[in-house]
């Protein structure tokens, strides 16, 4: 048995680089766009280096967040250290590019840690909600904003949508501050209250400010990401327009990895293009977005994971 589990380990890492690799090959050599957005990425290379550095320091810190964010979970569970958890962490972004809306990105992290998976992910799970409600928040602010300041909308309507984000936004917290009670009501989910029942509100709160400082991440990095290929746009605008993209990246339904960037890149233009024509510089920073903030974690991740074990040996 022992022999077998050891063979079936590598036989998994082994098929987690392939993976790895087909993905890279499908997204980034194969990719229509990229010819058109290396010439122009070597176009804007012109002194702005720093930018470039900045979003990728951010990169590094904004996964260090997140890594600090599972921690505290996992720590309720089985405590674990930080290079532990950031290891975790950058595996779970590898094992999210196979899965449709990237749900394995929490699944993936319970490999680096030895407890009972199904709490892990339960536990994992909850940092996740708190992403997602801030998220949503801060993103339909920006997609109301938008619609007030740049589309014009009528006043009555501006009224009733504005109306319908303080609901949205009452509800997320409400749930989320009472996730016992919401759990209570699925039959499915009844035997994980007592991980829900784990965090207090203190340790919750926690969990959407590491959540914010991410998203206060996102948004910087493509605001930087757009100055750097000269994309015309003044910040406060983007401040408004960036949150409103990511809105609706977030509520649509994606598929697998090897259609994501296309799929991001359409939002991008749709809001993006009215401010400036430049399809190419808009183009250009959803890729490099995605490539430092998923790819470039995704390859550290599958090497990390040279290091666990899928099956006990």
């Known amino acids: 048995m022992i022999l077998k589990n050891k063979y079936a380990n590598a036989i998994i890492k082994l098929l987690i680089f392939i993976g790895l690799l087909w993905i890279l090959y499908l997204q980034v050599f194969k990719n229509k766009n990229l010819e058109q957005t290396y010439q122009y990425f070597i176009q804007s290379f012109d002194g702005s ?7 990728i320091v951010l990169m590094f810190l904004n996964w260090f967040i997140e890594s600090v964010k599972w921690k505290l979970l996992i720590d309720k569970l089985h405590i674990i250290s930080r290079l532990k958890a950031l290891r975790g962490v950058f595996f779970g972004v590898t094992f999210s590019l196979f899965t449709p809306n990237r749900v394995g990105e929490f699944g993936g992290r319970i490999f680096a840690i030895n407890t009972n998976r199904k709490e892990a992910i339960a536990a994992t799970l909850m940092g996740s909600i708190a992403q997602f409600i801030i998220n949503l928040s801060f993103g339909g602010l920006g997609l109301l904003l938008y619609l007030i300041l740049y589309y014009k909308t009528d006043f009555y309507l501006a009224i009733a949508i504005s109306f319908s984000y303080l609901i949205m936004i009452f509800a997320l917290q409400f749930s989320y501050f009472n996730l016992n009670a919401v759990t209570r009501k699925f039959k499915k989910t009844q035997k994980y209250i007592h991980i829900v029942e784990l965090y207090n509100n203190k340790e919750l709160i926690q969990l959407e400010i590491y959540s914010l400082l991410r998203y206060i991440i996102y948004v910087l990095q493509f605001i930087i990401m757009l100055y750097f290929f000269g994309f015309n746009i003044q910040f406060h605008q983007a401040l408004v327009v960036v949150p409103a993209i990511f809105f609706l990246q977030t509520i649509l ?9 296309g799929f991001r890149g359409n939002v991008a233009l749709y809001f993006l293009s009215p401010f400036a024509q430049n399809d ?3 183009l250009a920073t959803t890729f490099s977005i995605w490539l430092i903030n998923l790819i470039i974690p995704a390859i550290i991740g599958g090497i990390a994971a040279l290091q666990f074990k899928f099956f006990k040996e």
């Open 49 to 55: 280096l720093s930018l470039l550095i900045v979003v």
């Open 253 to 261: 339904p994606l598929n697998v990895a090897i259609l994501d960037f």
């Open 280 to 282: 190419i510089a808009i």
